[in-house]
């Protein structure tokens, strides 16, 4: 009789070494998520909001950056897991050997060009966005101070492109200043500067809290196809965690037909994240539904677009030369996440 408890003992330890690795392989990842906040990157938002990503088994935290060029610093350091923002900054970052990898996009076409109450003005129908420059600095004595975010960034690529190869502006007519997104759009509100390339919510934010700031150029203009937001992840979280990653990629995509099927039910946790208490759900769901959002998860669509800004980011030297786009797009997550 006395063998019974020494046996119940060691069933229950044989259970406990059994169980011990499905628990551990059941435990939630660890995750560390840089984002910029913009409603580019909703669906990462939406996907955190809603639970998605818990229910994948992630367990993440999220830190906040001013802009993607700023983001690769803590990705190389090994600070952050995933980069959530533009996808120039991850070429030059895999130029210099930082294995990261694009497993999904967000949006496309994101950035747009607003001129302030003193460049709106010039910009009539039937003056082209050249004459329009030029005419300012005829007029004002001066070049228009335009903002954006730093060099590398898609910010600075698409509005650099959109100036000198569409519009053909002269470069005298212009001035690009760099600055973080927040700095960008207290500065085009106070008047600091004359225009600036934005993208949501902060289009909605300055036309809504001043009428007179003018919508001049939009995504598909300023660069067509303009690859927006990606979902990039540091190469060896991703080799030790391939399961986790399928399960970020899948909740993205929910989220992604969410924010088209149901902005209203999205706009709150895109409001949680981005609101800072400055503006209401209101006001994101109306920028989530502007001509500046345009939400897609498939990586593949924005690979030749990509190769694109590559070249022309190489043409204006923030980028040493292209890079294959075959390393850097991963699109095997989002084909196993979407299979039917």
């Known amino acids: 009789m006395r063998l019974l408890p020494v046996l119940k003992a060691c069933l229950t330890a044989a259970a406990l070494l059994v169980a011990g690795p499905a628990l551990a392989q059941n435990a939630p990842v660890p995750v560390r998520i840089g984002v910029i906040p913009v409603v580019g990157a909703a669906p990462v938002f939406v996907a955190n909001g809603e639970g998605w990503l818990k229910e994948a088994g992630l367990a993440p935290s999220f830190t906040t950056f001013e802009s993607g ?23 030059v970052a895999r130029s210099k050997n930082i294995d990261v990898r694009v497993v999904a996009a967000t949006a496309i076409e994101e950035m747009v060009f607003v001129a302030g109450p003193k460049l709106a003005p010039y910009f009539k129908d039937g003056v082209s966005k050249a004459e329009a420059f030029k005419a300012f600095r005829a007029k004002e004595g001066r070049a228009a ?16 492109h959109w100036l000198w190869q569409v519009s053909k502006t002269d470069k005298a007519d212009a001035e690009i200043v760099a600055m973080g997104i927040d700095a960008t759009q207290q500065a085009l509100l106070a008047g600091a500067v004359d225009g600036a390339s934005i993208r949501e919510p902060a289009l909605t934010i300055v036309q809504t809290r001043n009428p007179a700031m003018k919508l001049v150029a939009t995504g598909g203009e300023m660069f067509p196809d303009q690859p927006g937001t990606v979902v990039g992840v540091f190469g060896a979280f991703a080799d030790k965690n391939p399961q986790a990653v399928e399960g970020l990629v899948r909740a993205v995509v929910k989220a992604a037909d969410l924010l088209k099927t149901d902005p209203a039910r999205a706009a709150v946790p895109v409001e949680q994240a981005l609101g800072k208490g400055i503006t209401d759900v209101a006001t994101i769901q109306k920028a989530l539904t502007s001509p500046a959002s345009r939400f897609t998860a498939d990586p593949r669509a924005i690979i030749e677009a990509t190769k694109k800004m590559q070249a022309y980011q190489v043409s204006i030297g923030t980028l040493d030369k292209d890079i294959p786009v075959d390393g850097l797009f991963v699109s095997s997550f989002y084909e196993k996440a979407t299979q039917r």
């Open 69 to 91: 060029p700023n983001m690769i610093q803590a990705l190389a350091s090994g600070t952050i897991d995933v980069y959530v923002a533009g996808i120039a900054p991850l070429a």
């Open 145 to 160: 101070r335009l903002a954006t975010q730093p060099p590398g960034s898609v910010p600075n690529t698409t509005l650099q």
